[in-house]
């Protein structure tokens, strides 16, 4: 996908195929709608760290093409809010962790310049935070209430039973087998949020196909 001039690239597991929907099924109904039939749209999410609202925006893009652009404000927010300049000709815009750049006077104003163009072209726009538009905190009065405008859904976090159904899921995409029994054992013995534990599983698939073995607890014990 042609990203325009952002340094980055989609991660290839982003994808809504690999995205345990369980207690976010409108939603990921809604985004995936939204990718499909672009037009006069918005949509701001929020939820805790590590949720999978990353996952989503890219989802989003990825299902959309090159007339989709990611733009990830934690990575950018140190530098200059000019590289939003003529991002707004795409028709699907995702910005992630827009609370990064909250009360950044440069950013807003750039970001309510954008938001402004997106929506009044009738194109589609999606926003991502760690908390509600209500309680994000900009100060461009402006871009507050163009914000305030998106529609609204909170990403759910996911049970320990559906954290297993996360890590099975990524795990069969990737060609793997991973147990209910090596699942219970990685989420008793690593970080809880998903970010951690699919990270742990990538190194695991690697060891695995290094050492040509299966994804046992006694394989799992020796690779940590």
């Not at 159904?165 to 219970?184: F, I, N, S, V, Y």
């Amino acid at each position: 996908m042609t990203q325009m001039a952002l340094p980055l690239r989609l991660a290839d597991h982003a994808v809504f195929e690999s995205y345990l929907s369980v207690g976010n099924e409108t939603l990921v109904a809604t985004l995936a709608g939204l990718a499909d039939d672009m037009g006069g749209q918005g949509y701001w999410i929020w939820g805790a760290v590590a949720t999978g609202k990353t996952h989503l925006l890219q989802a989003v893009c990825e299902r959309a093409g090159d007339q989709s652009v990611y733009i990830p404000l934690r990575m950018l927010a140190q530098g200059d809010p000019g590289i939003l300049d003529g991002l707004a000709t795409r028709e699907l815009i995702c910005i992630d962790d827009i609370d990064t750049v909250a009360g950044n006077s440069a950013w807003e104003e750039a970001l309510f310049a954008l938001c402004n163009e997106v929506l009044d072209a009738e194109r589609s726009l999606v926003v991502s935070a760690s908390m509600s538009p209500r309680e994000c905190p900009v100060e461009l009065p402006d871009l507050q209430s163009r914000l305030a405008r998106l529609a609204t859904f909170q990403v759910q976090s996911l049970s320990d039973d559906e954290r297993v159904q996360a890590m099975q899921l990524r795990a069969k995409l990737r060609g793997l087998d991973l147990p209910d029994e090596t699942a219970r054992y990685l989420l008793s013995r690593s970080r809880r949020d998903m970010a951690s534990l699919y990270e742990l599983l990538d190194k695991l698939d690697n060891e695995a196909l290094r050492a040509q073995r299966r994804l046992t607890i006694p394989f799992v014990k020796e690779v940590l």
